[in-house]
C-alpha cells in the first residue's frame, strides 16, 4: 500500500512561485509513474505533470508548459511540482499520484494512489 502526504500549498499573488511537496510512504519502484493533478471548483480534475522515476522522463500539460517543473528525490521518497509564475487560473486543490508501470498514457487511466492535496490560490 502507498501512502501520499502533500504539503506546500498556499496563498500567492499572481507571477509568484510555490514549491509542492509528495512524500510516500515506501520506496518508489523503478517502473513507478508519479504525477501531479488538480481540480479547480467547479471544474474536472485534470493532469498537470507526471514523471517515470526509472528515467526521470518528464510530461507536462500545455497550460503549464516552461512555468511548472516535475522532480523527484529517490533518497527521501519525495516528488516535488515547482510552480513559477503562477496565474489566477492555477487556483485549484493539488493532488498528487503514483501507480506502477506500465501505462497507456501519462495521465490516464486513473491513477491507484492518491494524497489528500494541498490547496494552492493565486490573487490577481
Known amino acids: 500500500q502507498v501512502q501520499l502526504v502533500e504539503s506546500g500549498g498556499g496563498s500567492v499573488q499572481a507571477g509568484g512561485s510555490l514549491r509542492l511537496s509528495c512524500a510516500a510512504s515506501r520506496y518508489t519502484y523503478r517502473n513507478d509513474y508519479m504525477a501531479w493533478f488538480r481540480q479547480a471548483p467547479g471544474k474536472g480534475r485534470e493532469g498537470v505533470a507526471a514523471i517515470y522515476t526509472a528515467f526521470g522522463t518528464t510530461y507536462y500539460a500545455d497550460p503549464v508548459k516552461g512555468r511548472f517543473t516535475i522532480s523527484q528525490d529517490n533518497a527521501k521518497n519525495t516528488l516535488y511540482l515547482q510552480m513559477n509564475s503562477l496565474k489566477p487560473e492555477d487556483t485549484a486543490m493539488y493532488y498528487c499520484?503514483?501507480?506502477?508501470?506500465?501505462?497507456?498514457?501519462?495521465?490516464?487511466?486513473?491513477?491507484?494512489?492518491w494524497g489528500q492535496g494541498t490547496q494552492v490560490t493565486v490573487s490577481s
Open positions: 499520484a503514483a501507480d506502477r508501470g506500465p501505462r497507456g498514457s501519462w495521465f490516464e487511466p486513473a491513477y491507484s494512489y
